[in-house]
């Protein structure tokens, strides 16, 4: 195998939250063991562009608590094609890069092992997405960031709810996977959780809602994830609810894009500095298609393949402790 003297960095996929801190744990590491390393930036758009910059451990000063990614992220069509990873992989060779550390979500990891399958190219996975729909990790980075900004927002929302008496259904981010819906339903007090691994059906939340009228409460809030199995948007429940039970007022906040914001917190980038070292150390010792992944707070690794179809599992437990907590 041959030796790594400069490895490539790159974000690729949607941004989150610990995404410049753990480019900036990449490229000290290399620093630390005296190889070279070199940004690319727009993920692999850049990469098949040759848009590299050379970075050392004073390129990464002040970033550690930034969001969003310095090297910019995007999605790329043309890595798709068989042509478009040849031109990468042209790029690559020509500008010395022996190895990848990928910062982004499965398809960005799908990339990242047809490549080396293609090219016998090394490659290790950071897993950055704030959605935790990732198996092989308790945490992806930026999840932990999401949740606080997630929970501070809905306690600004029960401000005005409990004013006005009003029922809030709040859209959190979560296609796929409750996680985020979940631990911040209980973490902000919601009444009802709604996500995409179960239905609890809507006659369970109209029953739930007639409860805690009755029992005094002065606001509800809801919290939806995107994908939630009811099948029904924020928009849709609204009105399913007025028609209903007319005695609600009933309010809509999709958090949207805000979700995906900020600075780091402290946790994500300890997580970010730890995947850092661990993914140019595995690479160093000659492994590859593997992510750095958080299993009971270790720092372990995983195949690609494995993180890419395993399935990320909600916490059952939540469900039960929300049930209880919304008396
Ligand atoms: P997020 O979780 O935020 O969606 P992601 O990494 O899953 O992040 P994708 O858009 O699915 O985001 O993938 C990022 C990029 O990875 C794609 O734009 C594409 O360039 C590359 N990619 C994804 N799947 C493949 C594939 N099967 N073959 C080659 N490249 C791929």
Do not use: W
């Given at each position: 195998m041959?030796?790594?003297?400069k490895i490539g960095v790159m974000t690729s996929g949607g941004d989150s939250p610990g995404m410049n801190a753990a480019i900036r744990s990449v490229?000290?590491?290399?620093?630390?063991?005296?190889?070279?390393?070199?940004?690319i930036y727009r993920g692999y758009e850049g990469m098949i562009e040759g848009d590299f910059i050379e970075l050392n451990a004073r390129s990464v000063k002040g970033i550690i608590n930034k969001g969003g990614t310095f090297?910019?992220?995007?999605?790329?069509?043309?890595?798709?094609?068989?042509?478009?990873?040849?031109?990468a992989y042209k790029q690559l060779k020509k500008?010395?890069?022996?190895?990848?550390?990928?910062?982004?979500g499965d398809g960005s990891f799908t990339?990242?092992?047809?490549?080396?399958?293609?090219?016998?190219?090394?490659?290790?996975?950071?897993?950055?997405?704030?959605?935790?729909?990732?198996?092989?990790?308790s945490h992806t980075l930026g999840y932990d960031t999401t949740l606080n900004t997630v929970v501070d927002v809905i306690d600004k929302i029960r401000d005005t709810a409990s004013s006005h008496n009003r029922l809030f259904f709040v859209e959190v981010m979560g296609r796929d996977v409750g996680h985020i819906a979940l631990n911040v339903g209980v973490g902000a007090g919601a009444e009802e959780i709604l996500i995409p691994e179960e239905d609890l059906g809507l006659e369970r939340l109209l029953e739930s809602l007639r409860r805690s009228?009755?029992?005094?409460?002065?606001?509800?809030?809801?919290?939806?994830?995107?994908?939630?199995?009811?099948?029904?948007?924020?928009?849709?429940l609204k009105d399913y609810v007025e028609e209903n039970l007319p005695e609600y007022e009933v309010r809509v906040s999709v958090l949207?894009?805000?979700?995906?914001?900020?600075?780091?917190?402290?946790?994500?980038r300890v997580l970010a500095s730890r995947m850092g070292v661990k993914a140019v150390e595995s690479l160093l010792d000659g492994k590859s298609n593997l992510m750095v992944?958080?299993?009971?707070?270790?720092?372990?690794?995983?195949?690609?393949?494995?993180?890419?179809?395993?399935?990320?599992?909600?916490?059952?437990?939540?469900?039960?402790?929300?049930?209880?907590?919304?008396?």
């Open positions: 041959k030796e790594i003297k490229v000290r590491t290399c620093a630390f063991y005296k190889i070279e390393c070199a940004g090297l910019k992220s995007a999605r790329s069509k043309a890595f798709r094609t068989k042509e478009g990873r040849q031109e500008a010395n890069i022996d190895a990848l550390v990928v910062i982004g990339g990242g092992l047809v490549f080396n399958q293609e090219f016998d190219f090394p490659v290790m996975g950071i897993p950055g997405t704030i959605d935790n729909d990732i198996a092989g990790t009228k009755e029992s005094g409460k002065s606001s509800s809030i809801v919290i939806v994830a995107e994908g939630d199995k009811t099948g029904k948007n924020v928009f849709e949207g894009h805000m979700q995906r914001g900020g600075s780091p917190s402290c946790f994500d992944g958080l299993i009971n707070d270790k720092i372990t690794v995983t195949p690609l393949e494995k993180a890419i179809k395993g399935q990320s599992k909600i916490n059952k437990e939540l469900i039960r402790v929300s049930d209880i907590m919304s008396i």
